[in-house]
């Protein structure tokens, strides 16, 4: 029952995504390790969406160490946990819980004995800039555990690099990009704080080539540069080269000829889901707080509210009109979205 669920999540999710974005690229994802553990490390810029992203583009099902904030309430903790996700505490959390985080590291060795894979995002927090920020060392203690634990483990690490043109906008585009696995006895030397700024400086140097990767000094002159320049942000490798020949080199993006029609579906598609859109823009998006979390609450509307209204208005119309007017609306709007969102 549990895989049923999880194909199920996972199928639907992925759907959604399909309407949302406009398009996903995934690279080298045939060089991750199907019969071995395998520890994913990758940036963090756009909250939930990250973690669903991995989750829907991997065959394997991965767990989540995830905040533990977001499992305060019962029945969402259950689902969380349904969903693979593992709570891990942080010092805004409290100090006293953090030495709940034993048990959770713990967990992980357990689950990587059994060679099931573990995301985490080890920069520790999320944020829309393009940059790559200071590992946390939480990670490279799941590692340690793990090995002095279970010594003859083949723990892989792949970093991962997640890639957006606007992270915050909709429609959007999104870039996987896998690294190469690296086998954790690898960079583990007898001396620990040795192998701990080993661990975090080559995942760093790593997720930093996998994705754009602006050094906070003049980071606002450089992404004004490269913006004005119209590159590329699904192509890390080409920007960054961008960015370290000083702007010698770049490559631009090629202009949307459909932005005008797509503007003029985009209005009819909003005229069909007016309901959802005005709760979305009067009631919802006031409330995000934070621009990071901006996408995650626009997709989980469009994953639910949504749907919810196009089959009610779809059931008022078959009642009225008959199976044909009702069904050519739901084709309306589908197309609709196909437009809008791929074109």
Known sequence: ????????????????????????????????????????LSNHQNALLDALLIAVSNERFSYFLTRAGVFKSGIISKILKSLRMLPVYRIRDGWNNLSNNSEIFNTCAELFNKNEPIVIFPEGNHNLKRTVRPLSK?????????????????????????????????PDSALLFFGKPIPAKDLITDNRNES??????????????????????KYDTIIGKLNDLNVNFLKPESVNKTITSNFEFYETSRHNHFSFFRSFFKTILILTLIFPYAVWKLVAEPKVKDIEFKSTFRFAMALTLVPIWVLFLAGVLFINFGWVVSLGYVILVLCLTIITVKA
């Open 1 to 40: 029952m549990k895989k049923i669920w999880l194909y199920s999540v996972r199928g639907y999710i992925k759907l959604g995504m399909f309407f949302y974005f406009r398009r996903i690229y995934v690279r080298h994802l045939s060089t991750i390790p199907k019969d071995k553990p395998v520890l994913f």
């Open 138 to 170: 939480g990670f490279t203690r799941i590692i340690f555990e793990t090995l002095e634990k279970y010594p003859r483990i083949d723990l892989q690490l792949v970093p991962v690099g997640l890639n957006y043109i606007h992270a915050e906008k909709f």
């Open 196 to 217: 701990i700024i080993n661990l975090k400086s080559t995942i760093h140097s790593e997720i930093s080539r996998l994705t754009t990767h602006v050094a906070s000094k």
